[in-house]
């Protein structure tokens, strides 16, 4: 009964759905007939799903470029671009962990005063350090070695302070460096010529110097025309704008002190240093400051010290000491010397020159104190020691301990000792070699980005996280000079920077660098902002970016894709003119390059800023 029941009714319902599906379908063909004739409201949407449809085939002519330049963050509850405003103009100079009114909180024992104290968070200034009025492009090199602007570096005091020892003069609205110091009033050049009847500066064996003390860096200055890459440094002190005018000059320079802190250099880094009247006491503690330029000095690298205690005899009464005291002075440096494994080459007149023996062997006198090995690099923040840093092992007494280095320039890109030895973990000499080729395509890439670079333009140039030193090595030029900085987190390769015949230093980015406002032309940074992503806030980074670079000075910023849009968002508020571009291998890389100009702007006296052409 129940079967029959429901045949019938599917035999009922089956005529209903037959005339249902009929109507539909005639209810549609006359819709698409009354929208295809035009009339009908839905017409705009028809086109745009038929060309849709078309579109679908262009599959060839799809374009694969970058948009992220295209594509706004959008963060609702945050405006666009926080925009930075000028710093008020009494922060023209500013330098953050250097600054006189917080120095003079620090102990003066030791120059602990003179060393690095960084503001605290709360203390620290978040905006744009201006330039003073009438701030002008420096001299192109060579004429910068000779000559600057006084609008840019606008102090006098050394000109009268150092008249007779021909520092630096002031002629019109230049200053003029006639190349003189304290100990080569009649210029660097002769005195240099003095230091290479010992010392082979000629031939390529020396290529990295060390200056203590430096002033205005002239022995630096024109030890560049011979091929010498010298490291100067010196405190921000009473000798009014030292380093400043340094690098105003196109000369590497830092604010730095021997004081209770380790030099930020690693071992074995310079084939020569001198002191040339530096006031240094090399014989105070124990000797710990000699000990530190031993580390410093590589095996068989030179020092020269001109300047008290030498030459005693001559001038004990200029210097106001009596000659029992300077004796005991000379004398107690010389055991110093000898403790050390120094030989002495050289005394005449004002000038004395010591070698460092080229291994531990050849040594005739034991150190009672010796050092770590392990911390001979690790340096950065870390306290001085009464010790002496040992040298590598070697199997005989002619071998250079560390390895033996050629002479520049081959040694630019010749394998480095600490990469041949295996003492940079996850480098060989075959990824060295790559990497060298990586940064010439990269550095070519930039040159075809921005054809001022590799030219006198940009002549003092920054590296923020130099790795191997690939691009200062790539862009390797009589026109530039590089200042390779090795983070303190990031791998320690700075001795590989330094066996390549280049310079550098350790930074915390963190912090402010050890340089005056306006002191570099060019700023590179390779997935420096990757690495400091969750150390400290990135703001701060840029910031420091900006105080250090002259304006209309150039910024090239290498990462990844996420970040560098991070880093563009931040530079939308900095008086930057920023560009987003893809990798040279194409848009498909994740890594991308952030070019930028710095805009010119200078402070007011009226505390606010103007905008000139």
């Known amino acids: 009964m129940g079967s029959k029941t429901n045949a019938s009714g599917h035999r009922a319902r089956r005529p209903l759905s037959i005339f249902a599906v009929l109507g539909l379908c005639c209810f549609f063909y006359l819709l698409g007939a009354w929208q295809r004739s035009g009339s009908g409201k839905g017409d705009n949407l028809a086109l745009k799903v038929n060309n849709l449809m078309t579109d679908c085939t262009v599959l060839p002519n799809l374009s694969f470029e970058s948009h992220h330049n295209d594509v706004e963050i959008v963060e609702p509850a945050e405006p666009k671009a926080k925009e930075f405003k000028p710093c008020d103009v009494k922060y023209t100079d500013y330098t953050p962990c250097q600054e006189q009114d917080r120095a003079m909180t620090f102990p003066r024992e030791n120059m602990i005063y003179r060393e690095r104290h960084c503001p605290a968070e709360k203390e620290k200034l978040r905006c744009l350090i201006p330039a003073p009025e009438g701030y002008t492009t420096p001299f192109p090199w060579p004429k910068s070695r000779d000559y600057a602007y006084y609008a840019n570096v606008p102090y006098k005091s050394l000109t009268v302070e150092k008249a007779v020892q021909n520092w630096v003069q002031f002629q019109g609205n230049v200053f003029k460096f006639p190349g003189g110091g304290t100990m080569f009033p009649h210029g660097a050049d002769a005195y240099i010529d003095e230091l290479a009847s010992v010392i082979p500066i000629a031939d390529g064996s020396v290529r990295t110097a060390l200056d203590t003390g430096c002033g205005v860096a002239s022995w630096g200055a024109y030890l560049l025309k011979r091929n010498v890459l010298a490291m100067s440094f010196a405190p921000k002190d009473n000798h009014e704008a030292q380093v400043q005018f340094a690098l105003e000059r196109g000369v590497p320079a830092v604010i730095g002190v021997l004081g209770t802190i380790h030099l930020p250099y690693p071992s074995r880094a310079f084939d020569m240093a001198q002191c040339s009247r530096c006031l240094i006491p090399w014989t105070s503690n124990e000797g710990m400051y000699l000990m530190e330029v031993d580390r410093v000095l590589r095996p068989g690298g030179y020092w020269i010290l001109s300047g008290p205690p030498i030459n005693w005899k001559t001038y004990y009464q200029t210097w106001k000491r009596s000659k029992e005291d300077l004796k005991a002075e000379q004398t107690k440096l010389e055991e110093l010397a000898e403790s050390l494994c120094w030989e002495k080459k050289y005394e005449k007149g004002d000038i004395a020159i010591w070698r460092k023996k080229i291994n531990a062997k050849s040594c ?250």
């Not at 392990?374 to 020691?385: G, P, R, S």
């Not at 550098?504 to 990757?530: Q, V």
């Not at 703001?539 to 910023?557: K, N, Q, S, T």
Request: proline share 5%.
């Open 364 to 613: 005739k006198r034991k150190s009672p104190n010796v050092c770590g090995l392990d911390n001979a690099d690790d340096v950065w923040y870390q306290k001085m020691e009464v010790c002496k840093t040992p040298l590598p092992e070697v199997t005989s007494k002619n071998e250079v301990a560390g390895g033996e280095l050629q002479k520049f320039p081959a040694r630019l890109f010749a394998v480095p000792p600490r990469i041949a030895q295996g003492a940079i973990p996850g480098v060989t000499a075959e990824s060295y070699q790559e990497d060298n080729k990586l940064w010439k395509k990269h550095v070519n890439a930039y040159k075809r980005m921005n054809k001022l670079i590799g030219t006198t333009r940009y002549r003092n140039v920054m590296d923020m996280n130099a790795g191997l030193g690939g691009f200062a090595a790539a862009l390797e030029s009589q026109k530039s000079w590089v200042m390779n900085v090795v983070p303190s987190i990031a791998e320690n390769t700075l001795g590989v920077v330094y066996e390549r015949g280049l310079i550098g230093i350790y930074h915390d980015w963190c912090e402010g660098f050890s340089t005056y406002p306006r002191t570099y032309d060019l700023i590179h940074a390779n997935g420096l902002f990757s690495i400091y992503q969750d150390k400290c806030n990135l703001e701060d980074i840029l910031l420091e970016m900006d105080r250090i670079l002259r304006p209309e000075g150039a910024i090239i910023i290498r990462d990844e894709v996420d970040v560098l849009n991070q880093v563009k968002k931040i530079v939308g508020g900095m008086r930057w003119d920023a560009k987003l571009v893809d990798h040279e291998d194409g848009p498909l890389v994740p890594e991308k390059i952030l070019v930028a100009l710095k805009v010119y702007w200078v402070g007011t006296s009226k505390n606010k800023t103007s905008n000139e052409e």
